[in-house]
């Protein structure tokens, strides 16, 4: 099963835009679905994740209150909702799946992560 992470852009600080990762066959209950993202010239970094089975949630302290991670269970698609964006948003955001609860996804998770996708830029300007 393939995830493509899409929905990435232009925006202005302030703005709100939402990410969309489909899958192209059918998300299992036993994954974990989530977000991570690379600025330029920084290392990437967890931002968040679902569970596809029971819907818990984890977030990076950096997006709490601002970003929102969702899921459409029939669709096969998680969402990243994303408000209040501001310019060290700004990275390139990809899209994965793994067998680990959220509450293990965390910035040294990056490391057992061993392929990545493409990705889907955002901008966001000051």
């Known amino acids: 099963v393939q995830l493509q992470a899409s929905g990435g852009g232009l925006v202005q600080a302030g703005d709100s835009l939402r990410l969309s990762c489909t899958a192209s066959?059918?998300?299992?209950?036993?994954?974990?679905v989530g977000w991570f993202r690379q600025a330029p010239g920084k290392e990437r970094e967890f931002v968040a994740a679902?569970?596809?089975?029971?819907?818990?949630?984890k977030y990076a302290d950096s997006v709490k209150g601002r970003f929102t991670i969702s899921k459409d269970s029939p669709e096969h698609t998680a969402f990243l909702q994303m408000n209040s964006l501001r310019p060290d948003d700004t990275a390139v955001y990809y899209c994965?799946?793994?067998?680990?609860?959220?509450?293990?996804?965390?910035?040294?998770?990056?490391?057992?992560?061993?392929?990545w996708g493409q990705g889907t830029e955002l901008t966001v300007s000051s």
């Open positions: 679902i569970s596809w089975r029971d819907g818990y949630t």
């Open positions: 994965k799946a793994t067998t680990d609860r959220p509450v293990y996804w965390n910035n040294d998770y990056v490391a057992r992560i061993s392929s």
């Open positions: 066959g059918r998300m299992l209950s036993s994954w974990t």
